[in-house]
């Protein structure tokens, strides 16, 4: 007899409910918060409208819902190393660098073409996106020191190990033990998407991080990529605020400049079309978890990502 399948449970539906319990208790605080602290929203006293609330629910409701995974997982004996697999060499991390570049470059081209799209639609949702900073000054939040601590810790460290852990980790084995891999790489590639701003840079993103960590069966990899994703994003606004600090783009300015973005597209489509296609068989090979756990090519992501 076949050993139980550990990621047989919990239903992902189940994870949803945690998130919007954690959700329902924080607001609840808040609420407390307002009637007991005399707390109030308006111009005046803003604190429960202030920017410096994102990042702490999302630390709350991702941090929140990967601890209640966790938990279910050790419960059902799911051993977290096999999860995250072996640390790959160096030269395999300078080859999937190569690869995370071109899917950098394909996210910028993919935003500027579909942000213009829609700017045609919705023009001042573009604006106001178009507006948005990663970093905060005097001003823009009561506390702009913890808002930047917090958001960079968020960015570089929390994001990229719990939305990894949850998508390319949970997800996969999931829905790929309920369904098959293919099917599992699209669709945590596809909610990854719509969880972000960038809907077909980041759904890109989330396929080719999928396959490389099926191919490298190590989720070490895809989370160092990720971080350093985000850590660049962060320093190119940085360089651009510095460079220019009262410089803002237009949105007839944004628009004229749609051609950069298609051309970055057309640069990058056919490497990681190349890759996806030349990779895609894995989805139908063992999930990460399994070969991982039986001990089976360990020594597979050390071979160059073809």
């Known amino acids: 007899m076949s050993s139980p399948n550990p990621?047989?449970?919990?239903?992902?539906?189940w994870l949803l409910g945690v998130l919007v319990l954690i959700w329902l208790v924080t607001t609840m605080l808040l609420a407390v918060l307002i009637a007991v602290g005399g707390v109030v929203i308006s111009a005046e006293n803003p604190v429960l409208e202030d920017p410096i609330l994102i990042p702490v629910v999302y630390l709350l409701?991702?941090?929140?819902?990967?601890?209640?995974?966790?938990?279910?997982?050790?419960?059902?004996?799911?051993?977290?190393?096999?999860?995250?697999?072996?640390?790959?060499?160096?030269?395999?991390?300078?080859?999937?660098?190569?690869?995370?570049?071109?899917?950098?470059?394909?996210?910028?081209?993919?935003?500027?073409?579909?942000?213009?799209?829609?700017?045609?639609?919705?023009?001042?949702?573009?604006?106001?996106?178009?507006?948005?900073?990663i970093f905060l000054g005097q001003g823009e939040t009561i506390l702009p020191g913890l808002y930047n601590t917090l958001m960079l810790g968020l960015l570089v460290i929390a994001a990229p190990v719990l939305e990894e852990f949850l998508f390319r980790g949970a997800l996969i084995h999931r829905w790929g033990s309920r369904?098959?891999?293919?099917?599992?790489?699209?669709?945590s590639s596809l909610i990854f998407?719509?969880?972000?701003?960038?809907?077909?840079?980041?759904?890109?993103?989330?396929?080719?991080?999928?396959?490389?960590y099926l191919q490298t069966?190590?989720?070490?990899?895809?989370?160092?990529?990720?971080?350093?994703?985000?850590?660049?994003?962060?320093?190119?606004?940085?360089?651009?605020?510095?460079?220019?600090?009262?410089?803002?783009l237009t949105l007839a300015e944004f628009q004229q400049g749609w051609w950069v973005g298609l051309l970055l597209m057309v640069v990058a489509t056919p490497v990681l079309a190349q890759f996806i296609r030349r990779q895609w068989h894995l989805t139908a090979q063992p999930l990460p978890y399994f070969v991982n756990q039986d001990g089976e090519n360990q020594d597979g992501n050390q071979e160059a990502l073809r």
């Not at 990899?221 to 605020?241: D, M, Y």
Request: glycine share 10%.
């Open 217 to 248: 069966r190590s989720l070490w990899l895809v989370i160092g990529i990720h971080a350093i994703n985000n850590a660049i994003a962060a320093i190119l606004e940085r360089i651009t605020a510095w460079m220019a600090p009262e410089a803002t």
């Open 7 to 13: 990621f047989s449970k919990p239903q992902i539906r």
């Open 179 to 187: 369904w098959n891999g293919a099917a599992a790489v699209i669709l």
């Open 193 to 212: 998407g719509l969880l972000h701003a960038n809907l077909l840079g980041l759904t890109c993103f989330g396929l080719v991080m999928a396959l490389l």
């Open 61 to 133: 409701l991702f941090g929140g819902g990967s601890l209640w995974l966790l938990g279910n997982y050790r419960q059902r004996g799911v051993d977290v190393r096999s999860l995250l697999g072996p640390i790959p060499a160096p030269a395999v991390w300078g080859v999937a660098l190569a690869l995370w570049f071109t899917v950098f470059i394909f996210s910028l081209g993919a935003f500027q073409v579909s942000y213009v799209l829609l700017s045609l639609l919705v023009p001042s949702y573009v604006e106001a996106t178009l507006g948005q900073s």
